[in-house]
């Protein structure tokens, strides 16, 4: 089984930084993709960012320019660094990754993290 881990998260100002991490664990093969998305109160889950293991990396419209994603492969961790952050930045971010079991089961997953809180203070 595999488990996601996230870390971070809290209260910010507004135009402040805050960077999460999240760490997979457990039954891992090879990680196809990881990253980000978010969930406000009333809002439909959408995403934030991700990287694929070809390294390419996207971000959702709202975020372009503000959010970095970056990957630790050896530590099958993957990061957020959130700059200029604003008030609808507030929801809880939830990591997630498509992860291949080891050989020779040779199946993929879609998991996600527990979620963590991001609040941004006018």
């Known amino acids: 089984q595999v488990q996601l881990v996230e870390s971070g998260g809290g209260l910010v100002q507004a135009g402040g930084s805050l960077s999460l991490s999240c760490a997979a664990s457990?039954?891992?093969?090879?990680?196809?993709?990881m990253g980000w998305y978010r969930q406000a109160p009333g809002k439909q889950r959408e995403l934030v960012a991700l990287?694929?293991?070809?390294?390419?990396?996207n971000y959702g419209n709202s975020v372009k320019g503000r959010f970095t994603i970056s990957r630790d492969s050896a530590k099958n961790t993957v990061y957020l660094q959130m700059n200029s952050l604003k008030p609808e930045d507030t929801a809880v971010y939830y990591c997630?990754?498509?992860?291949?079991?080891?050989?020779?089961?040779?199946?993929?997953?879609?998991?996600w993290g527990q979620g963590t809180q991001v609040t941004v203070s006018s």
């Open positions: 457990g039954s891992i093969g090879s990680i196809n993709a």
């Open positions: 997630n990754a498509i992860i291949r079991a080891p050989w020779p089961k040779f199946e993929s997953g879609d998991y």
């Open positions: 990287t694929t293991s070809d390294g390419n990396t």
